[in-house]
């Protein structure tokens, strides 16, 4: 069964401090991997988008890294911000059909404590 | 910035009552998509579109019906709305480069909090 998997589940850090997010993905067959930052009661907007060639990413304060290998990625957040607060998706993309089926993680729970 | 708009944010209905929830997009993208997410949990596709006359259903199974007469607009209906119906819908688009939009990217509306009593 394809699965994203996201930790931690939650997560709190003091402003200015960095943080790392993690993702282990088991979708075959792999087409990219995306992060999407979702603020409570909003829609989901992308952070980044990598392929199986990609390493890793930046937007802005944000890097995510990919290991095809091991189907493991990670988002870096640098110099944390109040605005961080947000639950932070992890989503898998296959290329097994035309649509490019996503799969989804549940999110982890970012709050940034002044 | 995306160009894709939900509405209405919040209603609140009684049982039985029929519901549109609408959805507009102004990038060109012929692909759409209907997600119903409760909170804390991940997102599940219910429906989606190729593009115009073209609707198919996702993965989890879905009481709604949806239509596509025209490229930018893909509105999702409830015709009996019950209390597990109360989720919050999210509407999310892409494939198109039109507009400078990465065709790569899906973008998502602001989602439509619905609670049905």
């Known amino acids: 069964k394809n699965q994203v998997e996201q930790s931690p589940q939650s997560l709190i850090i003091l402003e200015g401090k960095n943080c790392t997010l993690q993702c282990n993905y088991t979708v075959s067959p792999f087409s990219n991997l995306r992060w999407y930052k979702q603020d409570t009661g909003r829609g989901p907007v992308s952070l980044t988008i990598?392929?199986?060639?990609?390493n890793t990413k930046s937007n802005g304060r944000y890097t995510a890294t990919l290991d095809a290998d091991t189907k493991q990625s990670s988002l870096h957040i640098t110099a944390s911000q109040l605005s961080d607060s947000a639950s932070y998706i992890c989503?898998?993309?296959?290329?097994?059909?035309?649509?490019?089926?996503?799969?989804f993680g549940r999110g982890t729970q970012l709050t940034v404590w002044p | 910035e995306a160009d894709i708009y939900q509405t209405p944010r919040y209603l609140v209905i009684g049982t039985g009552k029929k519901i549109t929830l609408e959805c507009s997009q102004t990038?060109?993208?012929?692909?759409m998509y209907w997600y119903q997410q409760d909170p804390g949990m991940e997102l599940h596709l219910i429906h989606y579109?190729?593009?115009?006359?073209?609707?198919e259903k996702g993965d989890l199974s879905s009481e709604s019906t949806v239509s596509r007469i025209r490229t930018e607009h893909f509105p999702l209906t409830l015709e009996s709305a019950r209390p597990s119906h109360t989720s919050q819908y999210l509407c999310?688009?892409?494939?198109?480069?039109?507009?400078?939009?990465?065709?790569?990217?899906?973008?998502f509306g602001e989602g439509s909090w619905l609670t049905v009593v």
């Open positions: 989503v898998v993309s296959d290329r097994g059909s035309t649509l490019g089926r996503l799969y």
């Open positions: 990038m060109g993208h012929d692909k």
């Open positions: 990598m392929t199986f060639s990609e």
């Open positions: 999310a688009s892409s494939g198109s480069i039109k507009r400078g939009s990465s065709g790569n990217t899906i973008y």
């Open positions: 579109s190729y593009g115009v006359n073209s609707t």
